[in-house]
Structure formats: structure tokens, C-alpha cells
């Protein structure tokens, strides 16, 4: 492979006191790539996933993200590297509204400051311009655009994931992380999830995403890697994946294969 | 900016009213409002814009109104530039302060804050030396331009210069509710961990915040130090603090408007209750709890459903 | 031996912040409350033993347990209407309501009782007790002899006790406690009434060692809040052992540097001990 890996994790692993919850795992992304994680409960996945999303140091192990060495680095430095997530609780800024919840996301395109507010300087209204088109595309994209002016805590569940997904793409991220985006989905709403990943996908935005939902990740995903008890036991697609032994006989007697 | 732009005019001459009545009395609480004002509006960008409970904010006013004045007196400052260097000390420390104190949420960072103050107020007290401790400085020098007769000692004077600095800093909040560091402000008290996901450094953040905020509070003391020309301790103590607080909380924090509307009722209120004593205080406390408990948006949310930054 | 002198001075004056501290540290244990009006019931318990020995002509020991008395049903009265119709509400809010409290009854004081100081005389404030070059009036003594039994009570009643065992319940898990049947309304008054006892006791027994003015509140509030950071938001135990290192670094540190700093001295502990531990020098609800 000449092209580079995006997103690169070699020897990923984390010790909390006594426990291992993740040993040893080596995972990458590659750009325009949607790479799903799976496996049972209690596997390690969202603590990898913390990691790689700057959350959580690692206790050993190294982290490159766009070339750079990112292991260590704290959420906000790989926020303006090009990474977004989206959190297990629906995270959302609950006072504003939909639209200042998107505008708030375009931080890091931004360099006009007060500075610049108080001049109203013709680069700090192209940014407010920009800013703008930004919020405009992202909550078209995730289906909000008619929930603009409603406040975020007042939105139903499935708006408020919806309004968490226009948030991470308002920040025009180059790796998108997705921590179970499908839960408590019916399958309507599935569908239209993984139409929206291959859409980002095919607009050149690569995608990480940790998901229990099977039809998801058949869908969505080019490549798979499943943990479980905090090490990587399978990569390939998800045909493979599903089909590989150790893999069902992992998941069959801990939790059913919801498809 | 359109609803503001069409009250300006008539609020501007509003404001200036008072001067055509000529009463000096009058004319002497509006600067004092003024400068409440300042105070309130610098105290918002920490509880309202940052969201964070600070009880040492009265320190930042004292630092700036002695410095100013000691700059002035004691190292033959030119008036013009003192003012800054009392907004540049009370920043700085505020950096310190904040430095030191940010990473820690919670009643904990109002402890710290408070603490921070109260050693502030403790060293002013005693440095005789210096600052003449609890009797204070007096005859401190007020900005004037003597070849156009202007004394800005006299309400009438300082009144429309209070108006414009007023203005000015209105406009500057505005602005920085409408930048990024604005909207950052925003984020970080809203949802901490989605802030830094979309890439705000939310320490950093608090940081710039704080010391802008007490950098305005130090301003604002320097102001009130040239314009009564009497500061003691006093104006460091927790009954400054908490007048503060009132202010903001009752007006609206977080608003622009807010602040200056909790100033306005603060200062007129407490003249004409003067004649109660001590039950005026028992007043305003009433009012807070009554502020605090059914209208927790301030004066402000009496007109205002929900406080909107941006249309798309 | 002026050490000695300085040590039991900070030692009485540190249980007098024990005792305020204890009441705090459980309402923000139980009820997740920071209360800045707690102070208020030290100065309301003073000024109450105060007039009920000049008002009502009673000794001083009924005076102060009238007074201890009277200040819990307060506390209960002040919980019911400040604040559990803001148990809901934001912490802020409930922070900013107890100072909007602590300004109305301190301001109220004032206002009724006077801003000059009244000083309370006990049996026990003038007789001293000595000891080589050690003299201690017996009213500082009172203090550490009655505290001591009263932390010792305190924390027998929470660790063995029902209701002491609700309270702990009703500290870890709030919604877990609600439903296994603990009426945590109770609960939270029954403790408010205990704390605001404590403060009010300790106002009667401190008060007659200074003197009183309506403001001591604000002064009594932020001892309270030193200690109790110091040792851990819900420790009682930390209470105990912040409020003896406060008291005795003012004394020492006021004869020593200068009484002038004395309360700076306080200050200056609680940040460098929140530099070094912010959650306090014990763990938040290791032990009760």
C-alpha cells in the first residue's frame, strides 16, 4: 500500500489498575475508508475508541493520525487535526439552537477573532459567510435543516443523534469516529444511516465506527476488526469477518447477532 | 443588529437626557450606574459567558483603581495611560490566578477564587506602606483637559464620557459574543467534552476569558479611582463581591443588557432606600432569592424567550 | 510555653470550626448542597443564647440549648422554602440561593439587632483555668470538651444508627435510596435541622470567647468552607482534621508572623492544599 494510512494505531493498549481492557491492538484507517469495530459487550471497544479519539491516553502504544504523532494527544489537538467523534450519550449543546449548535462545530475553520468581530473586517465576514455555508451543509446533510431554530435540549432522541452527527460533520473532518450512532434505531432509520455513511464516505471522508448493529456494519463498512477481552481477534470485510469461526463462536452464548 | 440599530438613536438620547436637568445629584448616580456597569458587564463574561462562579472578581476592580491611582501619585504617570497599565495589572494577574485555578471546576474554583481575593484584600489592608492601607488613598487625580474647562471629577463631565466608555465596551462584548472565542465560551459551558471534540483547547479558552474579564474589572476600577478620587480596601470586600453578583444575576447573566440593567437597579434602588438602612440590603437579598428561584434568566428573560446568537 | 498557649487557643478555636464545618460537609453530603448561609446559624445561634440570657433571664446552658433548638427548626423551615423547590434546578442556582439567604439574614440581623457588638457573658468566659504558664479561660476549654463529645455522638449516630444510616444511603445514591423506600425528604430535613444545630452550638459556645456583630456569619461560613474543601466535600472526618490544622496554624502563624494576617493564613492553606488535592486531603465520601 503506497497511499499512507490516515489514521494509524500500532500496539494500542490500556491498563486500568488491575485490568486490561485493551492489549495490544493494532488498527488503521485508510482515507476515504469506513472500518466498523466490533464485538461483545465489555470487549474494549469504547476504551479503544477513547484512545483513538484523544479522550484517553493509552497506556502503551503509538498513535499516528494524518502522518503525525498523535499518541497522548488530548481531544481538542486531534479535534484540530481532523478528527471528529460523536459520544455514546447524545452529546449536544442543550441551550442553543440547532443552528449555533452546528456554528459552535466550525471553530477550528475559523482565525478572525474579537479582533476582527470589532472591525468587522471583510476577513471576518468571509468566515461568518463560511460559517454559514457550513452549518447549512451539515444540517442538510444529517436531515435537520427544517429543526434549525429548535432548541437542542428540547428535540426528540432521534433528532438530538441526528443533530450530534451535523455537529461532528460541521467540523469537515477528515476521520469521522461514530460511537454506536444506530442504537435504538429501527430499521428505517438504519437504512438511511448507512445511505448517509456512504455518502460521506464517497465525498471522501473516512469513518470509524463501533456499532452492535449487524445490518449497519454489513452496509456501511469496507473492513471490519473485531476485540474481544480487549484484543483483536479478526480483520477483514465484513463477509469474512462474519463467517470466521472463532469470531461467531465468540459472539454465539455471550449475546445474540441482532440483524 | 437591525432591532439595536433602530434603539440606539433614541436610547443614546435617552441617556443623555439627565444633562439637560442639570442636577448634579442625579447626574452623580448615573456615572457611578456607569460604572457599575462596567464592573457588571466584566463580571458577566466569567459567570455568564464562561459560566463559572467566581468570589474574587472585587479584588480585580481594587487591583486596577489602586494601581491607576498609585501610578498617577506616586510615579508621576501621565492620567491617560494609567487607566491601561491598571487594566494590564489586574489582567495579568487574573492570569495568574486563572492559570492556577481554571483546571478546577466547581464549588472548589469558587473556594480558590474567593481565597485568591481575599489574600488580595488582606495584602492591600496591610501594605501601609504603599497603599495607606485601611484609610486609603484620597485626592487622587482626576482626568481633565484644561484648556476646554473639562473636570471629569464632576458628574457632569464624567457622565457623557461614562456613556461612551460604556458604549464602546457594549460593543466590545457584542463583538466577542459574535467571534469565535465567543462562541467558544459558549460551548465550554454548555457541554465541556463536545467543546474539545470539535476542537476548543477549553482551558486555554477559560484562560483568555478570565483575563479579559478581569483586565474590564481592572479598567473599570481605574475609572471609578479617578472620577470619586477616594479608594479604600473596601472596594475588594466580599459586600462589593456580592453587590456584583446581585447585579448580574438580577439583570440577566449572560445578556449584555442584563448587566447593565442590574446596575442601574443596584444603584438607584440603594439611594432610595437609603433612608431604611440596613432593610435595604434585606431587599436586595430578597430580590436575588426571588430572581434566583422564578425568574433564573434575570430582568432580561421578562421580555426575551430564548437568548438567540445567530439567524441563519 | 507561649507555643503551648498559642497550640490550645488554635485547638479551641479549630473545634469551634470543626463544628461549623460538620454541618456543612453533611448538607453537602446528603443534599449535594453548598450552603453559604450556614453561617448565618452560627451568628443566629450567638445572638439567640445572647437574648434569651438578657431577653428571657435564662442561664446560660438553657439559653444555648433553647438557641441550638430553635435553629434547627429554622434550618428545616429554611430548606422547605430555599431550597428543596430548587432541588431540580442547577447547582448554580441553589449556590446562588444560599447567598442571596446568607445577605438577607445577615443584612436582617443588622437591622434588628444592631451593628455594634454585644458581647456574652458566660459563667465560663471570665473563670480561667491554669496550668504552669498556660492560662486558658474555661469557655475554650467548654468548646473542645463539647465538640469532642459532639463528633464523637455525630459520627456514632451516622455510622450506627437508622436514620444515620439513611442519611449515608441517601449521600451515595440519592435515586437508589428513593427507592428502596427512604423518604428522602425526610432525610434532608432531618439533616439541615442537625447541621443548622451544630453551627448554632457553636455559635454559643465560640461566641462568648470574641465578641458578636451580625456579620460573624460571613466570617463563620468561610472558616466552614475552608475546612470542609480542606478535608473533602461529605468527610467528616476530614472536617475534623481540617478544622484542627486551620485553627492551629492561625494561632501559631498569628503570634508568630502577625495577627494581622491571621485570616490570610487560612486562605493561603486552602490553595495550596486545592493546588495539591483538589478534591480535599480525603477522598469525597471515604468516610463518614
Not at chain 1, 469495530?37 to 471497544?45: D, E, H, Q, R, Y
Not at chain 1, 467523534?85 to 462545530?105: M, Y
Not at chain 3, 438557641?67 to 422547605?80: F, I, Q, W, Y
Not at chain 3, 463528633?151 to 444511603?169: D, E, K, N, P, S
Amino acid at each position: 500500500m503506497s497511499t499512507p494510512a490516515l489514521l494509524q494505531a500500532i500496539g494500542i493498549s490500556k491498563r486500568f489498575g488491575g485490568l486490561q481492557a485493551v492489549l495490544d491492538v493494532d488498527l488503521s484507517v485508510m482515507p476515504g475508508e469506513v472500518v466498523g469495530l466490533i464485538g461483545p459487550n465489555g470487549a474494549g471497544k469504547t476504551t479503544l475508541f477513547n484512545m483513538l479519539a484523544g479522550s484517553m491516553p493509552p497506556s502503551a502504544g503509538r498513535l499516528w493520525f494524518g502522518g503525525e504523532d498523535c499518541t497522548g494527544a488530548s481531544a481538542h489537538h486531534m479535534a484540530q487535526r481532523g478528527m471528529a467523534r460523536t459520544f455514546q450519550i447524545t452529546s449536544v449543546f442543550p441551550a442553543l439552537t440547532v443552528w449555533d449548535n452546528v456554528c459552535a462545530a466550525t471553530h477550528r475553520h475559523q482565525r478572525t477573532d474579537w479582533l476582527g468581530a470589532v472591525w468587522r473586517s471583510r476577513a471576518y465576514r468571509d468566515e461568518q459567510t463560511q460559517m454559514s455555508e457550513r452549518a447549512t451543509h451539515a444540517l442538510q446533510q444529517a436531515g435537520l435543516w427544517h429543526r434549525r431554530h429548535d432548541v437542542g435540549s428540547e428535540l426528540p432522541y432521534g433528532e438530538q443523534r441526528k443533530l450530534e452527527i451535523a455537529i461532528a460533520l460541521a467540523t469537515a473532518p477528515r476521520l469521522l469516529l461514530l460511537d454506536e450512532p444506530a442504537a435504538g434505531m429501527n430499521p428505517e432509520e438504519a437504512g438511511k444511516l448507512v445511505l448517509l455513511i456512504q455518502q460521506l464516505r464517497d465525498q471522501g471522508m473516512a469513518v470509524l465506527l463501533v456499532e452492535h448493529h449487524m445490518r449497519v456494519v454489513m452496509g456501511a463498512c469496507d473492513r471490519v476488526v473485531v476485540l474481544s477481552s480487549g484484543e483483536k481477534i479478526a480483520e477483514g470485510t465484513p463477509k469474512e469477518v462474519v463467517s470466521n469461526p472463532e469470531v461467531v463462536r465468540v459472539y454465539l452464548g455471550r449475546e445474540t447477532v441482532h440483524a | 443588529m437591525n432591532r439595536w440599530q433602530q434603539a440606539a438613536l433614541p436610547l443614546g438620547l435617552l441617556c443623555l437626557a439627565p444633562l439637560a436637568l442639570g442636577n448634579d445629584y442625579v447626574l452623580h448616580m448615573l456615572c457611578l450606574w456607569a460604572l457599575y456597569s462596567l464592573l457588571a458587564l466584566s463580571l458577566n463574561i466569567v459567570v455568564g459567558f464562561l459560566g463559572e462562579l467566581t468570589f474574587g472578581h472585587a479584588a480585580f476592580f481594587g487591583v486596577g483603581a489602586y494601581t491607576s491611582a498609585l501610578l498617577v501619585m506616586q510615579a508621576g504617570w501621565p492620567l491617560w495611560l494609567a487607566p491601561l497599565a491598571g487594566a494590564v495589572l489586574a489582567g495579568a494577574l487574573g492570569w495568574v490566578i486563572g492559570h492556577v485555578s481554571l483546571r478546577i471546576i466547581g464549588p472548589q474554583f469558587a473556594i480558590l477564587t474567593l481565597g485568591f481575593g481575599a489574600i488580595t484584600l488582606t495584602i492591600t489592608n496591610y501594605w501601609v506602606d504603599v497603599t495607606r492601607g485601611p484609610m486609603g488613598l484620597s485626592q487622587i487625580p482626576a482626568f481633565a483637559v484644561p484648556a476646554l474647562g473639562w473636570d471629569f471629577s464632576r458628574a457632569a463631565h464624567m457622565y457623557p464620557l461614562a456613556l461612551l466608555l460604556l458604549g464602546l465596551v457594549l460593543y466590545g462584548c457584542h463583538a466577542l459574543q459574535h467571534s469565535r472565542s465567543g462562541r467558544a465560551f459558549v460551548a465550554l459551558r454548555e457541554n465541556p467534552a463536545l467543546a474539545a471534540s470539535i476542537g476548543i483547547d477549553v482551558f486555554r479558552t477559560k484562560l483568555l476569558g478570565f483575563v479579559a474579564a478581569t483586565a474590564l474589572a481592572g479598567f473599570s476600577g481605574a475609572l471609578y479611582a479617578h472620577y470619586l478620587r477616594v479608594i479604600t480596601p473596601e472596594l475588594m470586600s466580599l459586600s462589593y463581591m456580592s453587590a456584583m453578583l446581585i447585579m448580574v444575576v438580577i439583570g440577566g447573566k449572560g445578556s449584555l443588557i442584563g448587566p447593565v440593567l442590574g446596575a442601574l437597579l443596584y444603584t438607584f434602588m440603594l439611594e432610595a432606600l437609603r433612608s431604611t438602612g440596613s432593610w435595604r440590603m434585606v431587599v436586595f437579598a430578597a430580590l436575588l432569592i426571588a430572581c434566583v428561584v422564578f425568574l433564573p434568566g434575570g430582568l432580561v428573560s421578562l421580555w426575551r424567550r430564548r437568548p438567540a446568537q445567530g439567524k441563519p | 510555653m507561649l507555643f503551648l498557649q498559642q497550640l490550645i487557643n488554635g485547638l479551641a478555636n479549630g473545634m469551634g470550626y470543626v463544628l461549623i464545618a460538620v454541618g456543612l460537609t453533611l448538607v453537602f453530603g446528603v443534599l449535594r448542597i453548598v450552603n453559604f448561609a450556614h453561617g448565618e446559624f452560627y451568628m443566629l445561634g450567638a445572638y439567640a443564647t445572647y437574648y434569651a440570657m438578657s431577653l428571657l433571664g435564662l442561664g446560660y446552658i438553657p439559653a444555648l440549648l433553647c438557641a441550638t433548638l430553635l435553629m434547627a427548626v429554622l434550618g428545616v423551615l429554611a430548606n422547605r422554602f430555599f431550597f428543596a423547590p430548587l432541588q431540580k434546578e442547577h447547582e448554580f442556582t441553589i449556590l446562588l440561593s444560599s447567598l442571596g439567604l446568607a445577605l438577607l439574614l445577615a443584612h436582617a440581623a443588622e437591622a434588628v439587632f444592631g451593628a455594634d457588638p454585644k458581647y456574652l457573658d458566660t459563667p465560663f468566659s471570665d473563670a480561667t483555668f491554669e496550668w504552669g504558664d498556660i492560662t486558658v479561660t474555661q469557655q475554650r476549654l467548654l468548646v473542645i470538651g463539647v465538640a469532642v463529645c459532639l463528633i464523637v455522638l455525630v459520627y456514632a449516630f451516622i455510622r450506627f444508627t437508622r436514620m444515620g444510616q439513611m442519611m449515608q444511603a441517601t449521600a451515595q445514591h440519592p435515586e437508589g435510596a428513593a427507592l428502596t423506600g427512604i423518604d428522602t425528604r425526610f432525610v434532608h430535613s432531618y439533616t439541615f435541622a442537625l447541621a443548622c444545630a451544630l453551627a448554632a452550638l457553636s455559635g454559643a459556645l465560640v461566641g462568648p470567647t470574641t465578641m458578636l456583630f451580625p456579620t460573624v456569619g460571613d466570617w463563620a461560613v468561610l472558616k466552614g468552607f475552608i475546612v470542609v474543601v480542606m478535608g473533602g466535600l461529605g468527610s467528616i472526618s476530614g472536617a475534623l482534621l481540617g478544622g484542627l490544622i486551620l485553627g492551629v496554624a492561625e494561632a501559631l502563624g498569628g503570634s508568630y508572623i502577625s495577627m494581622g494576617f491571621k485570616d490570610a493564613i487560612g486562605y493561603a492553606i486552602i490553595i495550596a492544599v486545592l493546588l495539591w488535592r483538589p478534591h480535599g486531603l480525603f477522598q469525597p465520601g471515604a468516610q463518614r
